[in-house]
């Protein structure tokens, strides 16, 4: 199966920019549903955001406009630029890979998973 490894996330105060990226071990990002996902301590694992094999995008309401996500496929990576970053953003983040098509942010939509990226924005 799949490995997926992010990187990118730290530390940074409210209203800065995070730039994540995961790296797959085979073409998975070319070919699948990915996503991105943030779990805070005590809450549920939400789903972020959404791209899928033809770069149709989809959001969760709370990063509507400030998020982007995106893929270069040559470098088998996923990207998650966050911007305008606010405290209730804090969680660990992850990537996840899908099946071929995306259909919506719920974590059962998803097979694969990384470790995680810690963000932490502080206000």
């Known amino acids: 199966q799949v490995q997926l490894v992010e990187s990118g996330g730290g530390s940074v105060q409210a209203g800065g920019s995070l730039r994540l990226s995961c790296v797959a071990s085979?073409?998975?990002?070319?070919?699948?549903?990915m996503g991105w996902f943030r779990q805070a301590p005590g809450k549920m694992r939400e789903g972020v955001a959404s791209i899928d094999s033809v770069g149709t995008t989809l959001y969760a309401d709370s990063v509507e406009a400030r998020f982007t996500i995106s893929k270069d496929t040559a470098k088998k990576t996923l990207y998650l630029q966050m911007d305008r970053l606010k405290p209730d953003d804090s969680a660990m983040y992850y990537c996840?890979?899908?099946?071929?098509?995306?259909?919506?942010?719920?974590?059962?939509?998803?097979?694969?998973w990384g470790q995680g990226t810690q963000v932490t924005v502080s206000s």
């Open positions: 996840a890979a899908g099946y071929r098509w995306c259909t919506g942010l719920l974590p059962t939509g998803f097979r694969n």
């Open positions: 085979d073409d998975t990002v070319r070919d699948a549903c």
